[in-house]
C-alpha cells in the first residue's frame, strides 16, 4: 500500500468516526422521523456548568411526558449566555437554564428567547417575574451574602457584622475577602449589593472606606472561600487568615451537608444585612428543533417535583410557593428578609462603567 | 499531508477564521479601524509587553533548569528512572486550580518559604515564572531528552581522541545535533507559557493579565467580540512570527544522526562531577516538582481528626446530595477513554505529517510544518467558540457529540507527535531508505522496515505527552462532558466549586488519583517502549 493510499484510507476513517458520531446524536430523531412520529423524543438542556439534578426527578419527567433529558453544560454562566447568543438561530439545544438578573438584559436584548406562558407560572410570585414578554420563567433564587467564621468572632468574644455599614468599622479591619467582580459573579453580586445600597453616586465612597479598612480582593470563588476564608475546610488546611468572605446564604448548610462528620450547627454564619438577590431564569431557545419538548420542560422545572430537588442539588431556593424546603435548610439556613436587588436593565447599563470604576477604586 | 491538512483545516482554522470574521466584520463592513484604536490602549499595550516577556523569562528559566535534567535522563543510568520520568510528566496532567492550590502553600502566606524564611510570593511575577518551570519541565526533558539518549556518544568520543577539549568537542559534536530539539522544546515552552490562563489568574491575582487572560475577558466577560478579535490576530501574527523565526534557526541545523539504542548511551554516573550534577538535577525535581505535588497528597490524608482515608472512602459512596450520578471513582475510567482516543487520533494526524514533512522539502510544506504549531499558542475560547458558529451543521454537528472531546485534545497533541518525531525521522540517514528501494522494498515497507524502529522510541514519547495532555484537559471536557459521564478533571473542579470539607477533602483525594492514574500510564507506555526495542539493534 503506498503512502498516499494509507493516507486516503486513514482520512475515510477519520471522517467517518466524526460522521458516525454526529450521526449517534442524531439517530433518536432520525427514528422517531422514519416511524412517521415527527415529533423527537430528547429535548435538550443547555446550561451553565452548576447545573445538577437528580437522576429520579430527570426520570419522572419521562415518565411524565415521554421525554428524555439530554444536559449540555456550557462553560460558566457569562461564557454559557454568550455562547447562546453566538449561536442564535442554530441552537444547540432547546431550553436555556441559568441566565440570571445580571445578564438577563444581554439575552433578551439579542433575543435568543420566544415567550412561552409556563403551566403553573401563578404559582411563582410576581417579584421574580421581571420579563414581562414571558421570555424567560424564574426558576430558582439565591442571595449572595458575606460568610463568618463563627470559631473566629467566638475566639475573639467580638460580634460578627450584620450590615454593610459594619463592614467599614475598625472592629473588623482586615478581616473581610471579596472576590474581583469582573471575574466572578458572587463579586458583581456584592458590587451590586453595594450599589444598590448606597446608590450610583455612593458606592464609591463606600468601598474607599473598605479598602482603607483593609478589605483583600483575589480572582475567584474558589481562591477567596477554600484559601483566604478561615471559616471553611480548604481555608483551614491552607492557614486561610480572613474570618469573613463573599459567598452565598446557603454556604452554611452546605458546610453542614458536607462535614466529615456532619456538625450539628454550621460552622460559618451569614451577614443577612449584606445579602444580594441573584434570580435564575430558562427559556425557550429560539431556533429549537424541538419546541414542544422545550415547553414541557419548562413546564417541569418549576413543579414541585423539579422545585423541592433544587436546593440540594444546586443550593439554591425555590420560587414556587407550594415547594417545600428541605430541613438542611431550614434548620442550618438563614431567612433574608430584605435583601438588595435592582432592575436588569439597570445592571446591563451600568455593569461596565462601574466595574471599570471599582477596578481603579480598589486595585490600584 | 491530506489527512493532516483537512483535519487542520476543519478543526482548527475554520472555527478560528469564523470568529476572528464575527468579531471583525459588523453587519457587513469590515471593523480594520478597531486595530489601531485598540492597540493604542495603554492597558493592552501593557498586557502585550507583560506576555512577551514573561514567557520569554519563563523559556530561559524552564530551560536553564530543565536541560541539565534532560542530560541526566540521557545519559545516566539509575533505579527508578522510568518512575521518575513519569512523576516528572505528572504536572503536565495536574488541574491549573489544584496547582495554584499547591504553589500556594508553598510560596504563599504560611507556606514553606514563610515559615523558613518569611519570604511571600503569591502575586508577584516569581510565582508564576516558578510554576511555568513546574509545568514544563517535562517537555524539555522529554523532546530533547529523547533524541539525547539516542545520539551516538562515540562520536563525541572521537573528538576527544583527536585532541578536542570536553568543551569544544560537545560544542562541535553534540550541540548541533541537539540543537533542533531543544530549540523545539524552547518553542512549546514559550508557545506555552506566552498563551498561559490559569496560571496567571491563580498565581498573579488580580495585577497580570496575559494576551490569553485578556482575550477570555473581552470574550467571556465583555462580550466584546471585535476586541477579542482585535486580539487574537495579534496573537496570531506573533505566534506566527515566533514560528517562521524558529524554522528559519532549525532548517540548516537538521543533518542526518548516528542514532543508536538509548540502552547503550546510558551509564552510571561516574566521578564528583557527574555526581553532582546528578545531584543537583534530583534536588531541583524535588523542590519544584515532587513538593508542590505531596502537598496535594498531603492534604488528601488529613481530615478533621488526623490523617485517614476517609476521602477516598467517601469516593466510592454516592454524594450525600445526589449530584455525581456515579460514584466518583466511576471518572477514572471516562478519563482514561477520552485520552486513548485523544491519543490516538493525535498520532495517526501528527504522524502522517511528520512522514509528509520529512519527504518533501518545498517552501508549502514548511509553512504547513509551522501551522500545526498554532493551536499551541491560540487562544481556547477563540477555539472554542469558533467550533459553536462552525460545527452546527450535519455531518459536522458535533457539538453535542462526544468526539468533540478527543477531536479538541487532539489539536493540542498534534504538535507535540510532530515536534518529537521531526527531528528523530529528518536524522535518519536518506540513504538507508534508497538502500531499501534500491533492494526492492516498497516506500511503505521502506518506511516500516527503516524509519519504525528508529522512531519507535520517539512515537511512544509522543503517545505520551498526547495522553497527558487529554487526561489533564479541562476547556473542551467540561463543555462536553455528561452530567452522568464527568471526566477527572471535571469532577474536581465542581468539588472544588463547593464549600464543605467533604467536597474539598475529595478533590484533594481525586487528584492525587489522577496523579497516580498519569504515572502509571506513562510507566506502561515506558515498558512497552523497552520490550519492543529490546533485541532490535
Redesign the interface.
Known amino acids: 500500500?503506498?503512502?498516499k493510499k494509507?493516507?486516503?484510507a486513514?482520512?475515510v476513517a477519520?471522517l467517518g468516526?466524526?460522521?458516525l458520531?454526529?450521526?449517534?446524536?442524531?439517530d433518536v430523531r432520525d427514528a422517531a422521523g422514519k416511524s412517521g412520529a415527527p415529533v423527537p423524543k430528547t429535548v435538550?438542556l443547555v446550561s451553565h456548568?452548576?447545573?445538577?439534578a437528580?437522576?429520579e426527578v430527570l426520570a419522572e419527567f419521562t415518565k411524565q411526558t415521554g421525554f428524555t433529558v439530554?444536559?449540555?453544560?456550557?462553560?460558566?454562566a457569562?461564557?454559557a449566555v454568550?455562547?447562546e447568543?453566538?449561536?442564535k438561530g442554530?441552537p444547540?439545544?432547546d431550553v436555556f437554564f441559568g441566565v440570571d438578573n445580571t445578564l438577563l438584559s444581554?439575552a433578551l436584548d439579542n433575543g435568543i428567547f420566544v415567550p412561552y406562558a409556563a403551566k403553573g407560572l401563578d404559582r411563582v410570585p410576581a417579584e421574580y417575574q421581571l420579563d414581562k414578554e414571558e421570555r424567560v420563567t424564574p426558576i430558582d433564587s439565591g442571595d449572595i451574602c458575606v460568610n463568618y467564621d463563627k470559631k473566629y468572632f467566638a475566639d475573639k468574644k467580638l460580634a460578627p457584622p450584620v450590615t454593610f455599614d459594619d463592614l467599614a468599622k475598625p472592629a473588623y479591619k482586615n478581616l473581610l475577602v471579596v472576590e474581583?467582580p469582573?471575574?466572578s459573579s458572587p463579586g458583581l453580586g456584592f458590587l451590586l449589593g453595594t450599589a444598590a445600597k448606597f446608590g450610583d453616586d455612593g458606592w464609591q465612597g463606600y468601598w474607599s472606606k473598605l479598602k482603607a479598612n483593609g478589605v483583600k480582593?483575589?480572582?475567584?470563588?474558589?481562591?477567596a472561600?477554600?484559601?483566604e476564608f478561615s471559616g471553611?475546610?480548604?481555608g483551614k488546611?491552607?492557614?486561610g487568615?480572613r474570618p469573613l468572605v463573599v459567598?452565598y446564604a446557603s454556604?452554611p448548610p452546605?458546610?453542614v451537608?458536607?462535614?466529615?462528620p456532619q456538625p450539628k450547627v454550621a460552622p460559618?454564619g451569614v451577614s443577612t444585612g449584606t445579602c444580594f438577590r441573584q434570580t435564575e431564569f430558562a427559556g425557550l431557545l429560539n431556533g429549537a428543533k424541538n419546541p414542544e419538548g422545550g415547553k414541557a420542560l419548562i413546564d417541569f422545572l418549576i413543579s414541585k417535583r423539579f422545585q423541592e430537588d433544587m436546593p440540594?442539588?444546586m443550593?439554591v431556593n425555590p420560587v414556587a410557593k407550594d415547594a417545600a424546603l428541605p430541613e438542611l435548610f431550614t434548620r442550618h439556613g438563614v431567612v433574608v428578609e430584605k435583601p438588595e436587588t435592582m432592575a436588569p436593565e439597570k445592571i446591563a447599563e451600568k455593569r461596565?462603567p462601574w466595574i471599570q470604576q471599582w477596578s481603579s477604586l480598589v486595585?490600584k | 499531508m491530506v489527512v493532516p491538512v483537512v483535519f487542520f483545516a476543519l478543526f482548527f482554522a475554520w472555527p478560528v477564521v469564523s470568529i476572528v470574521e464575527r468579531g471583525l466584520r459588523v453587519d457587513g463592513a469590515w471593523q480594520f479601524g478597531r486595530f489601531g484604536e485598540t492597540l493604542s490602549r495603554p492597558e493592552i499595550l501593557d498586557v502585550l509587553w507583560f506576555t512577551c516577556w514573561q514567557a520569554l523569562a519563563s523559556t530561559g528559566l524552564t530551560l536553564l533548569i530543565a536541560l541539565p535534567g534532560a542530560y541526566v535522563f540521557a545519559r545516566f543510568d539509575f533505579r527508578g528512572k522510568g518512575l521518575l520520568r513519569a512523576v516528572v510528566t505528572v504536572p503536565f496532567v495536574m488541574p491549573t486550580v489544584m496547582v495554584g492550590t499547591a504553589f500556594l502553600a508553598l510560596v504563599g502566606r504560611g507556606g514553606l518559604l514563610d515559615e523558613l524564611w518569611g519570604l511571600r510570593l503569591d502575586g508577584t511575577v516569581w510565582a508564576i515564572l516558578i510554576a511555568h518551570v513546574f509545568f514544563n519541565y517535562a517537555v524539555v526533558v522529554r523532546t530533547v531528552g529523547g533524541l539525547w539518549a539516542q545520539l551516538d556518544p562515540r562520536q563525541e568520543e572521537a573528538a576527544r581522541v583527536l585532541g578536542a577539549s570536553r568543551w569544544r568537542a560537545w560544542r562541535t559534536v553534540t550541540l548541533p545535533a541537539l540543537a533542533p530539539s531543544v530549540a523545539a522544546a524552547a518553542l512549546m515552552v514559550f508557545l506555552f507559557t506566552a498563551s498561559s490562563f490559569a496560571v496567571v489568574q491563580i498565581l498573579g491575582g488580580s495585577t497580570y493579565s496575559t494576551l490569553e487572560t485578556e482575550i477570555y475577558r473581552q470574550t467571556v466577560v465583555r462580550f466584546d467580540l471585535t476586541t477579542a478579535a482585535v486580539l487574537t490576530m495579534v496573537q496570531f501574527f506573533a505566534v506566527g512570527a515566533v514560528l517562521a523565526v524558529h524554522a528559519r534557526i532549525v532548517r540548516r541545523r537538521e543533518t542526518a544522526l548516528k542514532l543508536v539504542a538509548p540502552e547503550q548511551t546510558a551509564r552510571r554516573p561516574r566521578g564528583l562531577g557527574q555526581w553532582a550534577l546528578f545531584a543537583g538535577v534530583l534536588l531541583s525535581v524535588a523542590l519544584l516538582i515532587v513538593l508542590p505535588l505531596g502537598v496535594l497528597v498531603e492534604r488528601s490524608f488529613a481530615t478533621s481528626h488526623g490523617y485517614g482515608l476517609d476521602y477516598y472512602r467517601a469516593l466510592q459512596t454516592p454524594d450525600p446530595s445526589g449530584t455525581f450520578l456515579v460514584p466518583l471513582l466511576d471518572t477514572i475510567g471516562n478519563s482514561l477513554r477520552y485520552a486513548v482516543v485523544a491519543t490516538l487520533i493525535a498520532l495517526v494526524i501528527g504522524g502522517l505529517a511528520a512522514a509528509a514533512l520529512t519527504r518533501r522539502a518545498g517552501r508549502l510544506v514548511r509553512g504547513f510544518d509551522a501551522l500545526l504549531m498554532l493551536p499551541l499558542g491560540v487562544s481556547a475560547v477563540t477555539v472554542g467558540f469558533g467550533f459553536l458558529i462552525t460545527l452546527d451543521e450535519p455531518p459536522f454537528d458535533l457539538r453535542a457529540s462526544w468526539i468533540l472531546v478527543p477531536l479538541a485534545q487532539a489539536l493540542v497533541g498534534v504538535p507535540f507527535v510532530v515536534r518529537t518525531m521531526l527531528p528523530v525521522l529528518r536524522a535518519v540517514d536518506e540513504r538507508l531508505r534508497e538502500a531499501a528501494a534500491v533492494l526492492g522494498a516498497s516506500p511503505w515497507r521502506a518506511w516500516r522496515e527503516v524509519d519504525l524502529p528508529l522512531v519507535r522510541r520517539a512515537l511512544l514519547i509522543a503517545a505520551g505527552f498526547a495522553f497527558a495532555v487529554s487526561l489533564g484537559e479541562f476547556g473542551a471536557t467540561v463543555f462536553i462532558a455528561r452530567p452522568d459521564s464527568p471526566t477527572l478533571t471535571v469532577a474536581v473542579a465542581r468539588l472544588l466549586g463547593r464549600p464543605g470539607e467533604l467536597n474539598y477533602g475529595q478533590a484533594m483525594a481525586l487528584s492525587t488519583i489522577l496523579m497516580v492514574v498519569c504515572a502509571v500510564s506513562l510507566l506502561l507506555l515506558e515498558r512497552l517502549r523497552t520490550e519492543r526495542t529490546s533485541g532490535e539493534f
Not at chain 1, 439530554?70 to 460558566?76: A, E, N, P
Not at chain 1, 451537608?257 to 466529615?260: H, I
Open positions: 500500500m503506498s503512502i494509507a493516507a486516503a486513514a482520512l477519520a468516526v466524526t460522521t458520531a454526529a450521526c449517534g446524536t442524531e435538550t456548568d452548576s447545573f445538577n437528580s437522576k439530554k444536559v449540555l453544560k456550557s462553560g460558566d457569562g461564557e454568550n455562547k447568543i453566538l449561536t442554530s444547540q439545544g444581554r474581583n469582573e471575574r480582593t483575589v480572582d475567584s470563588w474558589e481562591l472561600y477554600n484559601q471553611s475546610a480548604g488546611q491552607a492557614k487568615d459567598s454556604s452546605v458546610e451537608l458536607y462535614g466529615e460559618t440540594l442539588q443550593f461596565d486595585l
